[in-house]
């Protein structure tokens, strides 16, 4: 089984997650001068506003300054639409923090092939010299049906090789058009932590950690193998409910 991590409850779970966000950064400005993230939209966001900043400032050398942040995947609305990712966070999150750190905005009146290839022609140039680039985490949720990022079961998607970054315009769920990482962009991260909260993700999440090798065709998020990088799942009681021998924090 991957390394799983269970909370009495969601408000459990995000702290450490925040803590866990603050020491990989800090440990990542001190090591390298920088920290790189990718942050997913959903009920991360609102986690994150308000669990992340106190965090922030109980661990030393985090310093939001010298992050670069970039997105998972992003829907293609205006930035202030609601189901905009970037616009939660610059909303929510961004204003809460110490300092601004630097962001990599999705550019959706692109349009969606050309907005997926404008921002991984960005990324690359933010990755000198990694083909493909190891972000230093990776902040990832997962849907009742499996999926994660913009990776959706059965999608044609998740047979892509090529791209870092890829377009859909017939997204299952709405709003339809999206970007969205890749998986191998996502399996190239030095750290990835997948994050649960909720008993609609019960069935799903036995299924990815206790029936993954039985699994013929795995769910996208049961996909993320992180090449030589960390996978850790941190889920709330509800959502651990049906796995055989939940572990402690």
């Known amino acids: 089984m991957a390394a799983v991590s269970v909370f009495p409850s969601p408000g459990e779970l995000g702290a450490a997650l925040a803590r866990s966000v603050a020491e990989a950064a800090a440990e990542a400005v001190a090591s390298g001068g920088r920290f790189t993230l990718g942050l997913s939209g959903g009920s991360l966001v609102p986690l994150l506003a308000r669990e992340l900043p106190p965090a922030l400032g109980a661990v030393a050398g985090s310093e939001p300054s010298r992050w670069l942040v970039a997105f998972c995947d992003e829907r293609l609305v205006p930035p202030e639409h609601p189901e905009s990712t970037g616009g939660a966070y610059r909303a929510q999150l961004l204003p809460r923090l110490p300092a601004p750190p630097r962001v990599l905005w999705v550019r959706p009146e692109l349009g969606p092939a050309e907005a997926a290839r404008e921002y991984q022609g960005r990324l690359r140039q933010e990755f000198p010299g990694e083909d493909p680039p190891r972000f230093d985490l990776l902040l990832l949720g997962v849907g009742p049906d499996g999926h994660t990022a913009s990776l959706f079961p059965g999608h044609a998607l998740l047979q892509e090789q090529n791209s870092l970054i890829s ?28 994050v649960a909260t909720g008993a609609s993700k019960a069935p799903v999440l036995k299924r990815i950690l206790e029936q993954q090798d039985q699994d013929p065709d795995p769910v996208p998020a049961a996909r993320l193998r992180p090449r030589s990088g960390r996978l850790r799942w941190l889920l709330d009681r509800e959502a651990a409910a049906e796995l055989r021998e939940p572990p402690a924090p």
Not at 174 to 194: C, G, I
């Open 167 to 194: 377009f859909l315009e017939d997204s299952p769920k709405p709003p339809p058009q999206r970007v969205t990482m890749t998986l191998p962009l996502l399996n190239a991260a030095k750290s990835v932590l997948v």
